[in-house]
């Protein structure tokens, strides 16, 4: 996040796109490919996992003030950095991430998410070690598939690039475990995490090493302005990229890369509010997506952190239709084309497909 913009001209914006609280995006199915665990963690549930832990009540007795970005509020980049220490403090055990995962799971739910795919690096402490946070995930996610059976949840494993290599190393080896155990729920990698200090391709071999045990792999990239990384990542052709902001020639210098995203048609996963808030885009006219749509390039609807940035997959829903004036028929396929992206595999794919087209045919309602 570059927040260079000052606060109260970021808060102006965000006012502009205040949303109903009955939606009727809410009822239509939809597929969530960019979620961070713990970025997803609403205030209710952060504050149950704070009651869970007798050692935070001092720390957590302020949060209320202090967690979660408001509608139409802004915080520091610092402030963010304080929430997410916060959320690691009350996901710190192998009991309360597997609480939180379930929470984030049955919130997706309740908004007719049909297919979720979270997303965690994993962490160790004096509570867990690495293994204990990723099979706490992945019980989470088969007990889940039992008390909330209308969703489907995959897992996949981040490399956090500011933790550097070695760890990255780690970490890679660890998913490689899990996927080889868990097949169908460990289905893939992504890398995050501040591009300060590292490149991009200094992680490609060990992308590379997860793709040839049969993960697919997506990257963030062209959050922020850097022309040469972003040319690297179209190169590597991960299977989706996170964000893409500076590929499109709105933000762009070099028409190379948005060449390279036509030619190879990676999918990007579009997150409005957590670009507008982190201050990578003006306003959500300005979104790249509006290209995205214009160019019929591949793209899937996301919210990156919902929790931390109080947002929900019906709100960006919401702001991507007022925004670039579409209908329910095209959110529907806006939808629907999501399902071709997902990291699940081909025979859950078609079941998707042909649940979203007996749901189009069971509500004509919702498209007159
Ligand atoms: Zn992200």
């Known amino acids: 996040m570059s927040l260079a913009e000052s606060a109260e001209e970021r808060q102006s914006k965000t006012k502009r796109c205040k949303l109903d609280d009955e939606s009727p995006l809410m009822k239509l199915p939809k597929i969530e490919l960019h979620a961070h665990l713990n970025g997803s963690l609403s205030k209710e549930t952060i504050n149950i996992l704070a009651s869970m832990k007798p050692d935070s009540m001092d720390m957590i007795r302020n949060a209320d003030d202090m967690l979660l970005i408001g509608e139409n509020e802004q915080k520091t980049l610092e402030d963010c950095f304080m929430i997410f220490k916060l959320i690691h403090e009350v996901t710190d055990r192998p009991e309360l991430i597997k609480f939180a995962t379930k929470a984030v799971i049955k919130d997706f739910a309740k908004e007719n998410t049909k297919y979720l795919e979270l997303r965690s690096t994993p962490r160790s402490n004096d509570y867990m070690t690495m293994d204990q946070y990723v099979e706490a995930i992945v019980s989470a996610i088969r007990e889940s598939s039992l008390d909330e059976p209308s969703i489907v949840v995959k897992f996949l494993v981040s490399i956090d690039r500011s933790k550097g290599v070695e760890m990255a190393k780690e970490i890679t080896s660890l998913a490689i475990k899990y996927h080889k155990k868990h097949k169908d729920v460990v289905v893939g990698m992504d890398m995050s995490g501040n591009m300060r200090g590292s490149k991009a391709r200094d992680f490609f071999d060990l992308l590379s090493e997860a793709r040839a045990a049969g993960m697919k792999i997506s990257i963030h990239a062209a959050e922020?302005?850097?022309?040469?990384?972003?040319?690297?990542?179209?190169?590597?052709?991960?299977?989706?990229?996170?964000?893409?902001?500076?590929?499109?020639?709105?933000?762009?210098?070099?028409?190379?890369?948005?060449?390279?995203?036509?030619?190879?048609?990676?999918?990007?996963?579009?997150?409005?509010?957590?670009?507008?808030?982190?201050?990578?885009?003006?306003?959500?006219?300005?979104?790249?997506?509006?290209?995205?749509?214009s160019e019929e390039l591949p793209f899937t609807i996301c919210t990156d952190d919902k929790g931390v940035f109080s947002t929900s997959l019906t709100k960006e829903y919401e702001i991507a239709a007022k925004t670039f004036k579409l209908t329910v028929e095209q959110m529907w396929k806006i939808s629907y084309d999501s399902i071709d992206h997902i990291f699940g595999e081909e025979e859950l794919k078609s079941n998707l497909k042909k649940y979203w087209q007996h749901w189009k045919e069971d509500n004509p309602e919702e498209f007159k």
């Open 224 to 293: 922020v302005h850097n022309d040469e990384e972003t040319e690297d990542v179209l190169k590597f052709e991960p299977e989706r990229i996170g964000h893409g902001t500076f590929i499109p020639p709105l933000k762009c210098q070099n028409p190379r890369l948005m060449v390279l995203l036509q030619e190879k048609r990676i999918p990007l996963e579009v997150c409005l509010t957590s670009n507008l808030k982190g201050g990578t885009v003006d306003s959500f006219e300005d979104h790249h997506l509006g290209v995205l749509i």
